[in-house]
C-alpha cells in the first residue's frame, strides 16, 4: 500500500492556560492535539476527536532533557517563536528545538546547544499517558480501544528508549499488568517480559521515549560479559539533530501512520510485490530452507514448487568465509555468475531465493584476519608494550591488564600488534604485567618484533569463534553483501547474530547500522519485493525489517524444541506490528504427517508464517514427503487467503490440540479436529499366571466411528501382538514388528506396515467392523511378546478419534 500525503501549514500559535504555566504552543496535526508550558514540557495529548485527553498528570513530560556530568536536567523555562523551540537550562545552556508539524503527525529535532560539548545525552521524554492498553514497546505505539499514540526515531542515532544502560542495550522488564492476557506468558502470575524500547508500561498508562548520545569522545562500558569495553569515539554530529516525529490517530490507522512518516520523513520503506512490507500478507510467507548448489537448484525449486511456496532460503556452506562474504566455490563454482542462475532459474518458476548472513562475524580465515589483519577489527580495550618484543618472545609485557584479564566471553584469547596476532593463555596474577604463554603469529599472521610502547590491543571475539567489527568495517561489510544482492537477485535475508555488532560501542544503534548501511545500498528493483529478518530487534531497525522469525529446532523433538517461546512471541509480535512467525522446524526422515499438520495448524491459529528445513536426501527418505508438501501448500493457501474463522485460529492455538484437513476438491477442504492419545505396553516381569498386557481408557467425544491408530515397535522387535477393544473385539496381528516399524491402520479394510520413514513394507486385510469404538469412554488392551526383554522395551500405541468435518473454502 502506498500512501499520499500533503503537508499542512504550521498550526503553531501562543495560548496561554488558566493554569499556573503559561502554554506557549498548541499544536494541531491529525487526531492528535498537544500542547507545550513555558517550563517546555507537554501538559495535553487530545483526541482532537473525542476530546479525550491522555497526558498523565501523574508524571512531568519534558520536551527535551539533557544529561550533565551524568545527571539529567529539565528545562527551567521556554520560549517558542517562528518554529522554534528555546530551552533554558542550568547555568545559561539553551537547546533550540525545531517543531514542524505534518498532516498526521509533528517532528521535534535538536537545532543547536549553546555549549555542546557538556551535553552526553539528549532525551526525548519520556512522555507519559494514560494509555494502558497494547504497548507496543520496539514500535513506539501505545494504544486502547480506540486512540493510538506513537513515537518515531527519524535518524539511526536517535534511539527509541532511555538510557537504562550506558552500552545502548534496551533492557527486558517484566512488569505485572493485570488483565493484561493479550501479554501473559502462560507461566507467570500475570507479568509481561517486555523488550522496553521507544514504549514503557507504567502504573496507570505508559510512557514514549527516545534519546541520543554524544559519541565524540572514547568512553568505557559493560557488555559481552566484560566489566570494561572501550568504546571508540564515533563521529555521527553527536546530539544535535537528533529528530522525532510524534502522532496520535485512531487506534485503526496507526501503522498507515508510520508508513505515511517512513515515506515523507525519508525512512526506508521496504516493499513486497510493490506493497509496503509491513501491510503485505506475504510478509508472513513460510519458506523452505534447503542445501542447494548450482548443479541441484532445480531440485530445490521443484521441493519448493511441491510445499506451495515461493520462497527458498539457502542453507549450507554459502560463503568461503565470513567477512569478505566471498561466495563457496563448492557450491557456486562462478561465483557470483553462479548463484545468479540460480536466482533466474527459481524466479522464472515463480520462487525466490535468500540467504543467511551472520552479520559481522569475521572468521578467522577471511582476509579481514589473515595474513595482515584489519585494524578495524573491534577490541575490548588496548594498552602498550612496557619493552621490545622479539618475534620469539612467548612473553609480552603491557602497561596495563585491565582489559586483558577478562576471560568470560574471550573465546580465541587474541591480540593485536601492528600487523601480528597473537593468542595467550593467561595474564600474570600481579604487575609487572604480561601475557603469558603467548602463540605468536596467529591466524596466519608473521611474527615480528614490536618496539617498546607499541600499541597492544584484545580483539573483542565470539563463541562462534569469530572476531568481530568496529563502525567502520561493519559499513563496509554491509556495502559488500548489498553488492552481493544487487549483483545476484537474492530477496531475502536473515541477519543472525546482529547482536555482534554492539563490538561498535554503538549498542543497539550498532545493531541497526549493519542492515541500514545495507538496505541504503541496494538498487531500488531490489527494494521492490524484499524480505528482511533477523536475529534481534531495534525501534529504528522496525522500519528495515519485514519480520522477526525466533524458534529453533535443534533442542528437542518436531514438536517440543522452544514451543513455549516459540508460541510466547505472537503476543509481542502483535503488539509490534510485526507478522506472525514460528521460527524454524525441521523435516526429517521420521518426520509423522501428524507433526507436520500440528505444525500447520499453529500456523494457521496465529497466522504466523515458519521456516521448513527439509534437505533434499531427507525428504526422499520419508514415505510420506509428497503427502506432507501437499498439505504444506494447501494449509499455507488457506492461511494467507483467510479462509479460517476467528473462533477456528483460536481453537487451533491449544498446543495439546491436534487439526487435520483434506482436499475435497480445489478450492474446498474439511476441516477436523483430531484426539490422539499414546500408550505404551513395555516389557513387564510378573508372577506365573500375571497378565502382562496393558490395559488404558480413552475418550471418543465425537460419535461412532472407526478409530485410526499408529503401533510402533521401540527397542525390540515384537511379535504375537494383540489389539482388544472394550473387552470384546480382538484384533490379531499376524506379523513380526521389528524395531522402528510402524503399522497404521486409517479406516477401510486394509493396514500398512511402514518403515521408521514411513515408506510401505506391505499391507494386508483386516475387518473394518474390529476398529469400531462408541461415543464416550472405551477401553483397550494390548499385548506382546518382546524379543529384547529390558525396561526400555515398547510398543507405542497412538489412537486416534476425529470430530465432525467442517468445510473451509478457499477465498479468494
Known amino acids: 500500500m502506498r500512501y499520499s500525503f500533503i503537508l499542512s501549514f504550521i498550526l503553531i500559535v501562543p495560548l496561554w492556560s488558566c493554569s499556573q504555566d503559561k502554554v506557549i504552543a498548541e499544536i494541531n496535526s491529525g487526531a492528535l492535539q498537544a500542547q507545550i508550558n513555558d517550563k517546555g514540557a507537554f501538559v495535553s495529548f487530545t483526541d482532537s476527536n473525542t476530546g479525550k485527553e491522555y497526558i498523565s498528570v501523574d508524571t512531568l513530560s519534558p520536551v527535551l532533557s539533557l544529561r550533565i556530568d551524568g545527571k539529567f536536567q529539565t528545562p527551567n523555562s521556554a520560549r517558542y517563536e517562528s518554529e522554534i523551540i528555546e530551552l533554558d537550562f542550568d547555568e545559561g545552556l539553551v537547546a533550540k528545538v525545531k517543531l514542524e508539524t505534518k498532516e498526521d503527525y509533528f517532528t521535534l529535532e535538536l537545532l543547536s546547544l549553546s555549549e555542546i560539548d557538556r551535553v552526553d545525552i539528549a532525551q526525548w521524554g519520556p512522555y507519559g499517558s494514560t494509555i494502558d492498553g497494547v504497548i507496543g514497546e520496539t514500535v513506539g505505539v501505545v494504544r486502547n480501544d480506540e486512540f493510538a499514540l506513537g513515537i518515531q526515531s527519524l535518524n539511526i542515532k536517535t534511539l527509541g528508549g532511555y538510557p537504562w544502560n550506558e552500552s545502548d542495550r534496551m533492557p527486558a522488564f517484566d512488569i505485572f499488568r493485570e488483565g493484561d492476557s493479550n501479554n501473559m506468558r502462560p507461566e507467570s502470575d500475570g507479568s509481561v517480559l517486555y523488550r522496553v524500547e521507544a514504549a514503557k508500561p507504567m502504573n496507570g498508562g505508559s510512557s514514549l521515549q527516545a534519546y541520543t548520545r554524544n559519541r565524540s ?37 496507526a501503522l498507515q501512520t508510520i508508513g505515511t512518516i517512513e515515506i515523507v520523513e525519508g525512512l526506508p520503506h521496504p516493499m513486497i510485490d510493490g506493497e509496503w512490507a509491513k501491510t503485505s500478507k506475504k510478509a508472513s510467507s513460510a519458506y523452505l530452507i534447503t542445501s542447494f548448489t548450482e548443479a541441484n537448484v532445480e531440485d530445490a525449486i521443484a521441493l519448493t514448487k511441491k510445499a506451495g511456496l515461493e520462497y527458498l532460503y539457502h542453507y549450507g556452506k554459502t560463503f568461503e568465509s565470513w567477512g569478505h562474504f566471498e561466495l563457496y566455490k563448492g557450491e557456486f563454482p562462478n561465483g557470483r555468475a553462479s548463484l545468479r542462475n540460480c536466482v533466474e532459474l527459481a524466479e522464472a518458476q515463480g520462487v525466490k531465493i535468500g540467504t543467511h548472513c551472520l552479520s559481522n562475524f569475521v572468521q578467522t580465515n577471511d582476509p579481514y584476519v589473515t595474513p595482515i589483519p584489519d585494524p578495524r577489527l573491534a577490541k575490548v580495550g588496548t594498552s602498550t608494550i612496557t619493552s621490545r618484543v622479539e618475534a620469539s618472545d612467548r612473553e609480552i609485557p603491557i602497561a596495563s591488564a585491565d582489559f586483558f584479564n577478562q576471560m568470560k566471553n574471550n573465546n580465541l584469547q587474541t591480540v593485536m600488534i601492528g600487523e601480528e ?30 618496539e617498546a610502547n607499541s600499541q597492544i590491543g584484545k580483539l573483542l571475539d565470539h563463541g562462534y569463534k569469530v572476531f568481530l567489527t568496529e563502525a567502520s568495517l561493519t559499513e563496509e561489510m554491509s556495502e559488500t553483501l548489498a553488492e552481493l544482492y544487487n549483483e545476484t537477485g537474492l530477496r531475502q535475508i536473515s541477519f543472525d547474530g546482529l547482536e555482534g555488532n554492539r563490538s561498535t560501542g554503538l549498542g543497539t544503534y550498532g545493531e541497526s547500522l549493519m542492515p541500514y548501511t545495507w538496505y541504503n545500498s541496494l538498487s531500488d528493483e531490489l527494494k521492490e519485493h524484499l524480505i528482511i529478518d533477523a536475529s534481534r530487534t531495534t ?56 507433526d507436520i499438520q500440528w505444525m500447520l495448524a499453529k500456523s494457521a491459529g496465529y497466522d504466523a508464517g515458519y521456516a521448513l528445513v527439509a534437505d533434499l ?91 485410526n491408530f499408529d503401533l510402533k515397535a521401540e527397542n525390540s522387535s515384537v511379535n504375537q501382538i494383540t489389539i482388544e477393544l472394550n473387552n470384546f473385539k480382538k484384533i490379531e496381528i499376524p506379523l513380526y514388528l521389528d524395531s522402528g516399524q510402524i503399522l497404521r491402520y486409517e479406516g477401510g479394510n486394509k493396514m500398512v506396515l511402514l518403515d521408521e520413514n514411513w515408506n510401505v513394507i506391505k499391507e494386508m486385510d483386516t475387518d473394518p467392523s474390529l476398529f469400531e469404538v462408541r461415543s464416550g469412554e472405551n477401553t483397550i488392551v494390548i499385548d506382546g511378546t518382546f524379543e529384547t526383554q529390558n525396561e526400555d522395551s515398547q510398543l507405542k500405541l497412538e489412537v486416534k478419534t476425529q470430530g465432525s468435518p467442517v468445510e473451509i473454502r478457499l477465498k479468494s
Open 217 to 253: 569522545k572514547e568512553r568505557v562500558f559493560e557488555d559481552f560479559n566484560h566489566e570494561k569495553i572501550l568504546a571508540p569515539a564515533y563521529d555521527d554530529g553527536g546530539v544535535v539533530g537528533s529528530k522525532i516525529a510524534i502522532f496520535g490517530s485512531h487506534v485503526d490507522l
Open 421 to 450: 596476532l597473537i593468542r595467550y593463555g593467561s595474564v600474570s596474577k600481579t604487575a609487572p604485567w604480561k601475557l603469558l604463554d603467548c602463540q605468536r603469529g596467529a591466524f596466519g599472521t608473521q611474527a615480528i618484533a614490536h
Open 539 to 594: 525501534h529504528f531497525f522496525w522500519h528495515i525489517y519485514t519480520r522477526m522469525n525466533w524458534g529453533e529446532p535443534w533442542y528437542a523433538g518436531f514438536r517440543e524444541s522452544q514451543t513455549e517461546y516459540r508460541f510466547n512471541n505472537q503476543a509481542y509480535f502483535q503488539r509490534n506490528y510485526m507478522p506472525g512467525m514460528l521460527g524454524w522446524f525441521k523435516l526429517t526422515p521420521q518426520t509423522s504427517i501428524e
Open 617 to 707: 536426501p531427507d525428504v526422499n527418505k520419508n514415505g510420506n514427503s509428497e503427502q506432507i508438501l501437499a498439505l504444506i501448500g494447501d494449509w499455507e493457501k488457506l492461511r494467507l487467503s483467510g479462509s479460517f474463522s476467528e473462533e477456528q485460529k483460536m481453537l487451533m492455538r491449544d498446543t495439546e490440540s491436534e487439526f487435520a484437513i483434506s482436499r475435497k476438491d480445489s478450492d474446498t477442504w474439511n476441516w477436523r479436529e483430531i484426539y490422539a492419545d499414546i500408550f505404551y505396553h513395555k516389557h513387564k516381569v510378573r508372577q506365573p499366571g500375571e497378565p502382562l498386557s496393558s490395559s488404558f481408557t480413552f475418550e471418543n467425544p465425537s460419535a461412532d466411528q472407526l478409530i
